[in-house]
Nanobody, 115 residues
Framework: QVQLVESGGGLVQAGGSLRLSCAAS????????MGWYRQAPGKQRELVAA?????????ADSVKGRFTISRDNAKNTVYLFLQMNSLNPEDTALYYC???????WGQGTQVTVSS
């Protein structure tokens, strides 16, 4: 059974930092590309950052220089991380872990940035 479980969201003041984590298991996640998406109220879900199996990364322009995606390919579980620095209220959203090019999504973790 495929599972993606996010954690690490919360409430933070503008300028603060958070680190999101995602544990992906139940499939061969170590050889697939993974990403973080977010969806703010009234807006479409958007790609925040992605990382290939080989470690190549891609970022949305709005988070470049502030967010860092990384992964740890353990034996049976892949851990995906998103270090978020210099947060601002526009980063407020529900953040999802996603196996790219698939229908597998996590349940989301809420990030709220107060001004």
């Amino acid at each position: 059974q495929v599972q993606l479980v996010e954690s690490g969201g919360g409430l933070v003041q503008a300028g603060g930092s958070l680190r999101l984590s995602c544990a992906a298991s139940g499939s061969v996640f170590s050889i697939v590309d993974m990403g973080w998406y977010r969806q703010a109220p009234g807006k479409q879900r958007e790609l925040v950052a992605a990382i290939t199996n080989g470690g190549s990364t891609t970022y949305a322009d709005s988070v470049k220089g502030r967010f860092t995606i990384s992964r740890d390919n353990a034996k049976n579980t892949v851990y995906l991380f998103l270090q978020m620095n210099s947060l601002n209220p526009e980063d407020t959203a529900l953040y999802y872990c996603h196996r790219l090019y698939s229908s597998y999504w996590g349940q989301g973790t809420q990030v709220t940035v107060s001004s």
